[in-house]
């Protein structure tokens, strides 16, 4: 096909048009610009679309790059019109679902007038931090906060609750045990040391991080665990935190 048969195609309306709006000293700028694009959407399906629904920009190119453009061209009407026939979905995007959505959350059953102890779901109860009680004890009955490992070195708390609400976060220990056999406490109800996997009472099952697994090897059945977040480099690999109240021991974890 020449280049003679393609303007053939194209009406004359769209040529007259094109010399009547565009000045001869700018259409040698339109037509780098359209060459320059060319390239950048080296891909061909992108700059076919670009065609097949601009004009001008159709008939620049199909004049300066004939054969390449003419290419580019069908293979962009072909997308249109597969996508006439099968138009996109039209469900709503999900929402997307927040980091403390994902994480295991708790929330205050009771916390002591001075901030200094507070009671979660499963009766845990957890001592705070002196430098950290003014913080907690401000916080809303309706707030929930997520359980991590404290990573500073000079602290004697080992642990860490982040409020997903205001983002403060305050040092804490475990106190007291969750209640045995309460409605909301969580136990090893099966293990498997040698694939590092843990189920506990609801079912849930986890895979324990080999960095881990010369601490896992010491649970037993019946185990009450809580469940935080790993907040370490690993966190990608393994999210949660399950803690081991018997053992006194902390293991990452992934859900399976």
């Known amino acids: 096909m020449t280049v003679g048969n393609i303007q053939d195609s194209f009406s004359l309306s769209e040529s007259k048009d094109l010399e009547n709006r565009v000045v001869p000293d700018k259409l040698s700028k339109i037509k780098d610009a359209a060459f320059k694009a060319f390239l950048l959407l080296s891909s061909g399906t992108a700059?076919?679309?670009?065609?097949?629904?601009?004009?001008?920009?159709?008939?620049?190119?199909?004049?300066?790059?004939?054969?390449?453009?003419?290419?580019?061209?069908?293979?962009?009407?072909?997308?249109?019109?597969?996508?006439?026939?099968?138009?996109?979905?039209?469900?709503?995007?999900?929402?997307?679902?927040?980091?403390?959505?994902?994480?295991?959350?708790?929330?205050?059953?009771?916390?002591?007038?001075?901030?200094?102890?507070?009671?979660?779901?499963?009766g845990s109860v957890w001592k705070v931090n002196p430098t950290d009680k003014d913080k907690v004890?401000?916080?809303?009955?309706?707030?929930?906060?997520?359980?991590?490992?404290?990573?500073?070195?000079?602290s004697g708390f080992s642990y860490k609750i982040i409020n997903t609400n205001t983002l403060l976060a305050a040092e804490i220990d475990l106190e007291e045990s969750p209640i045995e056999n309460g409605p909301h406490t969580l136990s090893v109800s099966k293990l498997d040391f040698e694939k590092r996997e843990v189920v506990l009472k609801d079912s849930s099952r986890w895979k324990i991080s080999s960095y881990d697994d010369h601490l896992f090897q010491d649970w037993q059945f019946n185990d009450l665990v809580i469940i935080g977040q790993n907040t370490a480099a690993d966190s990608h690999e393994s999210e949660a935190l399950l803690i081991n109240v018997d053992t006194g021991h902390k293991v990452r974890a992934s859900r399976r």
């Open 137 to 154: 004890v401000t916080w809303n009955s309706s707030d929930r906060f997520f359980i991590t490992q404290n990573h500073s070195i000079s």
């Open 47 to 122: 700059f076919g679309l670009s065609l097949a629904k601009t004009p001008r920009l159709r008939l620049i190119c199909l004049l300066e790059l004939p054969a390449v453009s003419y290419i580019a061209l069908k293979v962009g009407q072909a997308f249109v019109k597969a996508l006439k026939k099968n138009p996109p979905s039209q469900k709503p995007a999900p929402s997307p679902v927040s980091s403390a959505q994902k994480m295991r959350t708790y929330q205050m059953v009771q916390i002591s007038d001075c901030g200094d102890l507070f009671e979660i779901e499963d």
